[in-house]
């Protein structure tokens, strides 16, 4: 099966961008998770301003703290520190921060029923995107793949908040998460075809 690009946007940055910070970061002694937590507790401050309704400051805030995203790995790699658990540490820091700052703006918004359910459908769509990823790598696909993944949701919502574009912004969140959850779900649906699984799928069973 052909791939399909990983997104819009390189979810890695090039390597002379990012060694000058990741061997200061190294020197410093801070570790991998450390630069994951510092990341989600910018987006929750994020987040924050966004309730308050400075929605300027909120963009900024997000765009900066979400750039650590690049380095927590990058940093792992060049100490010899990468991890399963950082891996999942990352990955569900990753989704609260976007929680975070979706629940502040929904709260910024709350008067406005319309917005309230954009917001909402958002983040079903992050939700979606994140989870069929997950659970097509417990049946051994790799799904990379998608149209408007985390890097992409950053950075259309830290830009749009900085212009004053917030609502067409998440009109746009919440129809491309969507999308991009069904194009993975139709990606693991190619690659993993009649195959029959283990994991109680076609028995009944609850999935986790």
């Not at 709350?110 to 997950?134: K, W």
């Not at 830009?159 to 004053?164: F, S």
């Amino acid at each position: 099966m052909p791939r399909l690009p990983s997104g819009l946007l390189p979810h890695r940055a090039p390597r002379r961008l990012l060694d000058p910070p990741v061997r200061a970061l190294a020197r410093l002694g801070v570790t991998p998770n450390g630069v994951t937590t510092i990341g989600f507790l910018g987006n929750v401050l994020a987040g924050a301003l966004a309730a308050s309704g400075a929605l300027r400051w909120a963009g900024a805030v997000l765009l900066c703290f979400s750039a650590l995203d690049l380095l927590d790995g990058a940093l792992a790699r060049a100490t010899g520190r990468v991890s399963a658990f950082g891996a999942v540490y990352d990955a569900t820091l990753d989704r609260l921060s976007e929680a975070a700052v979706l629940c502040g703006l929904s709260w910024h918004f709350r008067h406005d029923e319309v917005v309230s359910l954009v917001i909402i459908a958002a983040l079903l769509g992050s939700i979606g995107v994140s989870y069929v990823r997950a659970r097509a790598e417990t049946l051994g696909v790799q799904l990379r793949e998608g149209l408007f993944t985390r890097a992409e949701r950053v950075v259309l919502l830290a830009l749009a908040l900085l212009a004053g574009l917030a609502v067409p912004a998440l009109w746009v969140l919440a129809v491309l998460t969507n999308l991009t959850a069904l194009q993975r779900l139709w990606l693991a649906w190619r690659a993993l075809g009649n195959r029959r699984s283990n994991t109680g799928g076609d028995t009944g069973e609850v999935a986790p």
